[in-house]
């Protein structure tokens, strides 16, 4: 589900939240930036129905115009140069780079070790990377991603000291 | 890897709604050679070498142990970890269709693995030695270890 943000100049994402109050905070902290775009523009500073950014922006516009060679948005049936202005918040200018963020959404297996595929799916999880493999090399699961999906409410790690 | 690889930051979701602002990382997908199976290595630029866990290690076929020890710091605890010679594989940002760039490099075994996020982090002595990396604020790059001096050698200051 894509997250309200809040819009630096150059359409890069300086605060995101589900939590309308945090989003207030934010708002209020960075009161000068251009645009609070609440459920229009998620996370990756693409448009609404983009939910992942993997590819945002290497194509100079959103993950919906995947071949660079594409004339077409294949979301909107629009020139590539129209869609990249309607995709691109934040005002930057023509030709800018916006910010490029892999937004995951691992809430659901908090504290568990992932495999995702190439579209960010978890595919398998288990409490241990031990288990995982195990569990990847019964099902025969290849072409995935390992990690852990944090739990949100854990202090987030400084350094890795 | 003639081009640079153009990597998104990730936002693992760490502190998601304690924090208006999202945590960024930088991470690159690696592997064992000709595995199909990647973990998500954190770059840590103040890391002093390549760290992997005995899960990456088990994947490895030719990690090759050398005689040196480090004694290291990590999550709040010490270890005395054994430096491997390991082969590494590179994988390109998606969708590029790229082969995966391969090196081998040294990387401390660390066991058992405290850090919550990873597998694999990426410090100065394997990775930081074999690559120009530029971090910029809307994402970061990796380049082959010669592009650094191409670009900078002659320029004021050097």
């Given at each position: 589900?894509?997250?309200?943000?809040?819009?630096?100049?150059?359409?890069?994402?300086?605060?995101?939240?589900?939590?309308?109050?945090?989003?207030?905070?934010?708002?209020?902290?960075?009161?000068?930036?251009?645009?609070?775009?609440n459920g229009v523009v998620d996370s990756n500073g693409c448009c609404a129905t983009s939910e992942r950014s993997r590819d945002t922006v290497q194509h100079g516009c959103c993950r919906h115009q995947r071949e660079r060679e594409a004339s077409v948005c294949a979301v909107d049936q629009l020139p590539v140069a129209t869609c990249a202005r309607r995709h691109r918040r934040g005002g930057g200018p023509a030709g800018s780079l916006a910010v490029m963020i892999r937004t995951l959404h691992l809430e659901a297996w908090a504290g568990l070790w992932v495999a995702l595929d190439h579209e960010d799916r978890v595919v398998a999880?288990?409490?241990?990377?031990?288990?995982?493999?195990?569990?990847?090399?019964?099902?025969?699961?290849?072409?995935?991603?390992?990690?852990?999906?944090?739990?949100?409410?854990?202090?987030?790690?400084?350094?890795?000291? | 890897?003639?081009?640079?690889?153009?990597?998104?930051?990730?936002?693992?979701?760490?502190?998601?709604?304690?924090?208006?602002?999202?945590?960024?990382?930088?991470?690159?997908?690696?592997?064992?050679?000709?595995?199909?199976?990647?973990?998500?290595?954190?770059?840590?630029?103040?890391?002093?070498?390549?760290?992997?866990?005995?899960?990456?290690?088990?994947?490895?076929?030719?990690?090759?142990?050398?005689?040196?020890?480090?004694?290291?710091?990590?999550?709040?605890?010490?270890?005395?970890?054994?430096?491997?010679?390991?082969?590494?594989?590179?994988?390109?940002?998606?969708?590029?269709?790229?082969?995966?760039?391969?090196?081998?490099?040294?990387?401390?075994?660390?066991?058992?693995?405290?850090?919550?996020?990873?597998?694999?982090?990426?410090?100065?002595?394997?990775?930081?030695?074999?690559?120009?990396?530029?971090?910029?604020?809307?994402?970061?790059?990796?380049?082959?270890?010669?592009?650094?001096?191409?670009?900078?050698?002659?320029?004021?200051?050097?």
């Amino acid at each position: 589900m894509p997250l309200p943000v809040v819009l630096g100049p150059m359409g890069e994402v300086v605060h995101h939240a589900e939590n309308p109050a945090v989003l207030a905070r934010g708002v209020r902290l960075y009161g000068r930036q251009l645009a609070v775009e609440n459920g229009v523009v998620d996370s990756n500073g693409c448009c609404a129905t983009s939910e992942r950014s993997r590819d945002t922006v290497q194509h100079g516009c959103c993950r919906h115009q995947r071949e660079r060679e594409a004339s077409v948005c294949a979301v909107d049936q629009l020139p590539v140069a129209t869609c990249a202005r309607r995709h691109r918040r934040g005002g930057g200018p023509a030709g800018s780079l916006a910010v490029m963020i892999r937004t995951l959404h691992l809430e659901a297996w908090a504290g568990l070790w992932v495999a995702l595929d190439h579209e960010d799916r978890v595919v398998a999880s288990a409490p241990t990377v031990k288990d995982l493999m195990a569990t990847l090399d019964g099902h025969g699961m290849e072409d995935v991603e390992i990690m852990r999906a944090p739990d949100p409410n854990e202090a987030i790690p400084y350094g890795l000291g | 890897m003639a081009d640079a690889w153009l990597y998104n930051y990730t936002d693992f979701g760490e502190g998601r709604d304690q924090s208006p602002r999202p945590v960024l990382r930088a991470t690159v997908p690696v592997s064992a050679p000709g595995s199909r199976r990647s973990f998500s290595a954190i770059i840590d630029t103040g890391g002093p070498i390549n760290l992997v866990s005995n899960a990456f290690i088990e994947t490895a076929t030719a990690a090759v142990p050398t005689d040196e020890r480090l004694i290291l710091r990590l999550g709040g605890r010490r270890f005395d970890a054994p430096v491997v010679t390991i082969a590494f594989a590179l994988h390109p940002p998606v969708p590029s269709p790229a082969a995966p760039r391969l090196w081998t490099g040294l990387a401390a075994v660390i066991d058992p693995w405290p850090h919550e996020g990873t597998a694999v982090i990426f410090g100065q002595t394997g990775f930081l030695d074999q690559f120009t990396v530029t971090f910029g604020p809307q994402g970061f790059t990796v380049e082959d270890g010669s592009t650094f001096a191409a670009r900078f050698s002659g320029a004021p200051g050097s």
